[in-house]
T-cell receptor, first 115, second 113 residues
Framework: EAQVTQNPRYLITVTGKKLTVTCSQN?????MSWYRQDPGLGLRQIYYSMNVEVTDKGDVPEGYKVSRKEKRNFPLILESPSPNQTSLYFC??????????????FGQGTRLTVV | GNSVTQMEGPVTLSEEAFLTINCTYTATGYPSLFWYVQYPGEGLQLLLK?????DKGSNKGFEATYRKETTSFHLEKGSVQVSDSAVYFCALSRNQAGTALIFGKGTTLSVSS
């Protein structure tokens, strides 16, 4: 079954304690990205990756890091979380080959609370 | 720059009512347009898409037509069901490869029986 898997689904942490949210896809997609979803703001892109070892900033990258060492994995790293990073996070992947845009597959989401 | 504007919610309807959720966009070039749906506690799923002007995307009774002259991609359904209650996001792709999606803020639909 084609899927994007995020872990954990729920996380409560304290300010300043480093954390990693993992994302893995089994569709051999080149493109992966992270979004955060906040009330009244919709989804905003944090970082994206066009392929292994290729990452770039999205619209709201401050306070986040990513890495893409393998094609299937795209972890989101918060080196020093702050309360304004409390949000619902989604990982997504899609293929980029062919003349038309292909469907983006989303993970189930990670609800992060920073206290 | 590129952006998507959706009608504000929430939208509250009775079962079997007609649904329209408005979406307009601003973009350079020729973006592809999407509607995604998010059911409670779940991630986003693609509902339908259109890749060029005058294309009509359809799925599960929902339809949307890519109108370049009005830069719109309104979502419609003739008869909603309780199970359609969800948050609906309009989105566009930034470039030809369709890699980056720009989302609207989402419209919450609540359908009562």
């Amino acid at each position: 079954e084609a899927q994007v898997t995020q872990n954990p689904r729920y996380l409560i942490t304290v300010t300043g304690k480093k954390l990693t949210v993992t994302c893995s896809q089994n569709m051999n997609h080149e493109y992966m990205s992270w979004y955060r979803q906040d009330p009244g703001l919709g989804l905003r892109q944090i970082y994206y990756s066009m392929n292994v070892e290729v990452t770039d900033k999205g619209d709201v990258p401050e306070g986040y890091k990513v890495s893409r060492k393998e094609k299937r994995n795209f972890p989101l790293i918060l080196e020093s979380p702050s309360p304004n990073q409390t949000s619902l996070y989604f990982c997504a992947s899609r293929g980029v080959r062919g003349p038309h845009n292909t469907e983006a597959f989303f993970g189930q989401g990670t609800r992060l609370t920073v206290v | 720059g590129n952006s998507v504007t959706q009608m504000e919610g929430p939208v509250t309807l009775s079962e079997e009512a007609f649904l329209t959720i408005n979406c307009t966009y601003t973009a350079t070039g020729y973006p592809s347009l999407f509607w995604y749906v998010q059911y409670p506690g779940e991630g986003l799923q693609l509902l339908l898409k259109a890749t060029k002007a005058d294309d009509k995307g359809s799925n599960k009774g929902f339809e949307a037509t890519y109108r370049k002259e009005t830069t719109s991609f309104h979502l419609e359904k003739g008869s909603v069901q309780v199970s359609d209650s969800a948050v609906y996001f309009c989105a566009l792709s930034r470039n030809q490869a369709g890699t980056a999606l720009i989302f609207g803020k989402g419209t919450t639909l609540s359908v009562s029986s």
